[in-house]
């Protein structure tokens, strides 16, 4: 059986990743590695997750929690560098 590390790192995945998703979709952490493995499978599934961290983004700064901005827009760079969309 899989571990959820060994799940993160099959996908090339953050601790980090996972927790923006949960956060943001409102689910428990080991749920929202399982539907983010399977998101970054696909170019539609990327997308999906980099507008989620953008949305992300934005409610943090909208809401002035500028470290919070900070931290997922390091964490969104990261992602965007191991999962680049296809322009």
Do not use: W
């Not at 943090?60 to 969104?76: I, L, P």
């Amino acid at each position: 059986m899989l571990s959820l590390r060994d799940c993160l790192d099959y996908c090339d995945l953050t601790q980090d990743d996972i927790d923006l998703l949960a956060e943001h979709e409102h689910l428990p952490r080991d749920v929202a590695a399982h539907i983010a493995c399977g998101l970054v499978q696909t170019p539609a599934g990327v997308l999906m997750i980099d507008h989620l961290m953008e949305d992300t983004i934005e409610r943090a700064r909208s809401c002035g929690q500028h470290d919070k901005a900070e931290h997922v827009s390091n964490v969104y760079a990261r992602f965007r560098a191991a999962h680049p969309l296809a322009h």
